[in-house]
């Protein structure tokens, strides 16, 4: 009998090896993984032509995908899961005849899923500015919208939303006068606590939105329109310093930057890929591309 269990043991191992080869090539929508040049992702399947393709996030496992959408004006969220060895064709989680939808971004325990929304506060009167928003998962299904509160909503305009593991949310806010600044909010007992605006290495008088922040809190990524830019809007990194404080905030240059406008920037939890929107479309690269940018600042 040992003799038995040892020859069999190889074959054991190769056949729960190729299972999980198999199933890491069922991710992120059995893409082909990119390299370091970026390419658009899930080409006629999410990104589409005639549509606009905003802010996406994939579950930590990279079985659920969620993604912005805005067609002939209107802003709706779509979702696509992978069941099997197939992804379901995407369609609309969150739509509204009045109120668009747009930026979704999951909590970090992936049972809330937040967005940006001009609805009202009531749902039914007129179009409000934008507010963060969220929806609890309930089941298979998501909650009626829930509004973030006032230590993260203004009366202006607040963008785009991600976090770290800890559940600080950074987001974006034109809150103290016309151009948007990137803020941060700690959770404490499970509620946002006042949000801080971040320090001069990423603000300045110019525009800075659609913020991701690395989980660990060692890098930031976001979109800004400045002189030193390629376009209509480029993406700009910063990393943590050992003292806590933030480096001052560099081009990502032309290998991720062109002539049109980049934002929505996303790292998948697994840390092997960045997404972002150009050119109305979802693009991915090899996420190796963003150490090649430490040290440069």
């Known amino acids: 009998m040992r003799l038995l269990i040892i020859l069999l043991s190889p074959f054991i191992f190769l056949n729960l090896y190729g299972q999980t080869a198999a199933d890491e090539k069922l991710k992120y929508l059995k893409q082909k993984p990119p390299s370091i040049t970026p390419e658009v992702f899930a080409p006629d399947f999410i990104s589409k032509k005639g549509e606009y393709e905003f802010g996406s996030v994939f579950n930590k496992d990279a079985t659920e995908f969620f993604y912005g959408v805005n067609v002939n004006g209107k802003e709706e969220i779509r979702y696509s899961k992978l069941k099997g060895e197939r992804w379901s064709e995407p369609r609309t989680i969150l739509s509204h005849e009045k109120y668009g939808y747009n930026d979704p971004f999951l909590s970090p325990d992936e049972n809330r899923l937040y967005f940006i929304s001009q609805r009202a506060l009531n749902g039914t009167d007129k179009k409000d500015d934008y507010d963060i928003w969220y929806a609890e998962r309930v089941g298979d299904r998501w909650s009626e919208p829930i509004n973030s509160g006032s230590n993260i909503n203004s009366k202006q ?20 006068g016309s151009s948007f600044d990137i803020y941060s909010s700690k959770t404490i007992n499970g509620k946002f606590q006042k949000a ?102």
């Not at 050119?279 to 963003?290: C, E, G, L, M, T």
């Open 157 to 176: 305009d607040e963008y785009y939303i991600s976090f770290t593991n800890n559940g600080t949310m950074y987001f974006s806010s034109n809150k103290n």
């Open 196 to 297: 801080s605006r971040l320090s001069d290495a990423i603000n300045t008088s110019a525009y800075e939105a659609d913020v991701f922040i690395d989980p660990n809190e060692s890098y930031i990524i976001f979109c800004a329109t400045r002189k030193d830019g390629l376009g209509q809007g480029d993406l700009y990194i910063s990393f943590k310093n050992m003292d806590g404080t933030w480096s001052e905030s560099i081009n990502m240059g032309k290998r991720i930057n062109t002539k049109n406008h980049e934002l929505c920037p996303f790292v998948s939890k697994d840390g092997k890929y960045f997404f972002y929107t150009s050119n109305k479309d979802i693009y991915w690269v090899d996420a190796k591309i963003i150490e090649s940018f430490r040290g440069e600042e």
